[in-house]
């Protein structure tokens, strides 16, 4: 990645009226503007009032398709992975607001598989096209629950991990299970044994709302030999994460370990914002990211590490 590319991207997709706000009868009150990445929000209870408008990377109302927001986000920051950088695909939102649809998906329509099979089969479809370089693929998938790290693929799902770092590794959870991946169906297996060890709970606004943050990471080595036979290797990683949704207690009516939960959540959400602007902004000497457990874990991908200096972000909203 040259220096003059964005390491940020940051995009908005807006889903459709669910069941409940359609029997209340609510309005709808985004309306965007593709061409110019413009997010409008009308404010509907207060007639003649100017709409609030937000820029993005990428703006996609209701009738946009996951197929269409990897091909023009994240398919060029797979591509990175595979040429030996770090990237990062967050899906961040309010609990309720498609975040898992966006990155798990669905089969049926087609156009609406989620970014993370979409990833798993643009790696091992690109590794089968360069038959002249040897590959090494290990996955893992972990959540953090309650500020506390958890092997979704251990053999104790509840066992609390330590993080650690290291001068040339960086930030790393020593005894996290790494498991060797050939196929977009090993992957999607590992992907489906891990989802269902999640910490999920019943609020007011998601019956099956998410009760940690999730990081699927893939780690890729890549080995070419040269005119003269020497080797040389790359490594790239992406982290696919599906982040615990922001929560209003007033809206959620959460209360006892539901409570406890929403505040973890909130306050790490909250760690990762202030990274994310202090990244943006380009004028911070500090970045936070030892503020959870999250942005630290995510460190290496959201601002370069000792060895690779180009850390790729995309986040979908």
Same mark, same amino acid.
């Given at each position: 990645?040259?220096?003059?590319?964005?390491?940020?991207?940051?995009?908005?997709?807006?889903?459709?009226?669910?069941?409940?706000?359609?029997?209340?009868?609510?309005?709808?009150?985004?309306?965007?503007?593709?061409?110019?990445?413009?997010?409008?929000?009308?404010?509907?209870?207060?007639?003649?009032?100017?709409?609030?408008?937000?820029?993005?990377?990428?703006?996609?109302?209701?009738?946009?398709?996951?197929?269409?927001?990897?091909?023009?986000?994240?398919?060029?920051?797979?591509?990175?992975?595979?040429?030996?950088?770090?990237?990062?695909?967050?899906?961040?939102?309010?609990?309720?607001?498609?975040?898992?649809?966006?990155?798990?998906?669905?089969?049926?329509?087609?156009?609406?598989?989620?970014?993370?099979?979409?990833?798993?089969?643009?790696?091992?479809?690109?590794?089968?096209?360069?038959?002249?370089?040897?590959?090494?693929?290990?996955?893992?998938?972990?959540?953090?629950? =309650?500020?506390?790290?958890?092997?979704?693929?251990?053999?104790?799902?509840?066992?609390?991990?330590?993080?650690?770092?290291?001068?040339?590794?960086?930030?790393?959870?020593?005894?996290?299970?790494?498991?060797?991946?050939?196929?977009?169906?090993?992957?999607?297996?590992?992907? =489906?044994?891990?989802?269902?060890?999640?910490?999920?709970?019943?609020?007011?606004?998601?019956?099956?709302?998410?009760?940690?943050?999730?990081?699927?990471?893939?780690?890729?080595?890549?080995?070419?030999?040269?005119?003269?036979?020497?080797?040389?290797?790359?490594?790239?990683?992406? =982290?696919?994460?599906?982040?615990?949704?922001?929560?209003?207690?007033?809206?959620?009516?959460?209360?006892?370990?539901?409570?406890?939960?929403?505040?973890?959540?909130?306050?790490?959400?909250?760690?990762?914002?202030?990274?994310?602007?202090?990244?943006?902004?380009?004028?911070?000497?500090?970045?936070?990211?030892?503020?959870?457990?999250?942005?630290?874990?995510?460190?290496?991908?959201?601002?370069?590490?000792?060895?690779?200096?180009?850390?790729?972000?995309?986040?979908?909203?």
């Amino acid at each position: 990645m040259t220096a003059d590319r964005e390491a940020v991207k940051v995009i908005v997709r807006c889903r459709p009226m669910n069941s409940r706000e359609k029997s209340i009868k609510s309005k709808s009150c985004v309306f965007m503007d593709s061409k110019i990445n413009q997010c409008s929000l009308v404010q509907v209870s207060e007639s003649g009032a100017p709409p609030k408008n937000f820029t993005f990377d990428g703006c996609y109302h209701t009738d946009s398709t996951t197929e269409q927001i990897y091909s023009e986000i994240t398919y060029p920051l797979v591509e990175g992975v595979l040429e030996g950088y770090n990237g990062t695909v967050f899906a961040y939102g309010q609990t309720g607001c498609g975040k898992s649809f966006t990155m798990q998906g669905i089969t049926d329509p087609s156009t609406q598989r989620g970014i993370i099979p979409r990833a798993f089969e643009h790696i091992f479809d690109a590794i089968d096209a360069s038959p002249n370089m040897k590959y090494l693929v290990h996955a893992s998938y972990l959540e953090i629950y =309650n500020e506390e790290i958890r092997d979704l693929l251990g053999q104790d799902c509840k066992k609390k991990l330590d993080l650690k770092e290291h001068p040339d590794r960086g930030v790393y959870v020593p005894n996290i299970s790494l498991h060797p991946v050939h196929n977009t169906a090993s992957c999607e297996a590992l992907m =489906n044994q891990g989802w269902n060890n999640r910490s999920v709970g019943a609020t007011l606004m998601n019956k099956d709302s998410s009760r940690s943050h999730s990081i699927f990471t893939i780690n890729i080595e890549m080995m070419s030999s040269g005119d003269t036979g020497e080797e040389h290797i790359r490594k790239g990683k992406l =982290n696919l994460v599906d982040l615990a949704g922001s929560e209003r207690q007033a809206k959620t009516q959460a209360s006892g370990d539901r409570l406890k939960e929403a505040t973890k959540i909130n306050l790490s959400l909250s760690a990762l914002g202030n990274v994310i602007s202090a990244l943006v902004d380009g004028k911070s000497k500090h970045i936070p990211y030892r503020d959870s457990k999250l942005t630290r874990l995510l460190q290496d991908s959201l601002g370069g590490n000792t060895k690779n200096n180009n850390g790729r972000m995309s986040i979908p909203f």
